[in-house]
Each structure stands twice: as C-alpha cells, then as structure tokens.
Nanobody
Framework: QVQLVESGGGLVQAGGSLRLSCAASGRTVSDLAMAWFRQAPGKERAQVAA???????SYTDSVKGRFTISRENAKNTLYLQMNSLKPEDTAVYYC????????????WGQGTQVTVSS
C-alpha cells in the first residue's frame, strides 16, 4: 500500500556521518510505524531503528547514541542520521513500514548501500 524509495547511501570514512532518506508515497508516514533495517554480507537482515506511529523511537544497542531515526511529515520522508560511523556499519540499508495494527513490516524499499572504510 505504501511505496518506499531509499537514498543517501555511499562510501564514507570511519568516524564520518551520513543521512539516509526514505521517501514514501501512497500513505502518509504519520499514519505508519516505520523502521530501518540493514543486512551485511553473510548476515541476516536485522532491525536498526524504529519509530512508532506515536513517535516513540527504539534502537539496537550497537547504534544507540550514534544513529537517529526521524520523520519529516511535510516531505513524507523517513530519515536515518548516522554519526560516528564504524566499518561494522557497512551493509545494505532498507526502510520498512507497517500499519500499527499489523505485526509485520509489509512494505519495503529497494535498499541503499552504505560502506564505511577504515
């Protein structure tokens, strides 16, 4: 029901910053629970950060204090601000969305590559 398109990935040095964007269409982000996932080579996809419809945020321990998830409702866009990047953050990053009444994320973006060099 909602289409998601990620952008903002790239190659950065360790310690640097990057902001990922996820533009949504078909639904307004304020009506959705949304999240960022990442998948590193040889690893399963894992949730990095999430925001509820009500704006409550959560983070996996490895990114807490470094990453910030946010929404800009006027642009219908989800963001992931990534600071103090580490080589282990290298992965394909995906945004996802669900309605609060759903238990699973059923809308996914195409992914954007983030590579952090040492």
């Amino acid at each position: 029901q909602v289409q998601l398109v990620e952008s903002g990935g790239g190659l950065v040095q360790a310690g640097g910053s990057l902001r990922l964007s996820c533009a949504a269409s078909g639904r307004t982000v304020s009506d959705l629970a949304m999240a960022w996932f990442r998948q590193a080579p040889g690893k399963e996809r894992a949730q990095v950060a999430a925001v509820s419809r009500g704006g409550v945020t959560s983070y996996t321990d490895s990114v807490k204090g470094r990453f910030t998830i946010s929404r800009e409702n006027a642009k219908n866009t989800l963001y992931l601000q990534m600071n103090s990047l580490k080589p282990e953050d290298t992965a394909v990053y995906y945004c996802a969305a669900r309605y609060p009444t759903s238990s699973i994320y059923d809308s996914w973006g195409q992914g954007t590559q983030v590579t952090v060099s040492s």
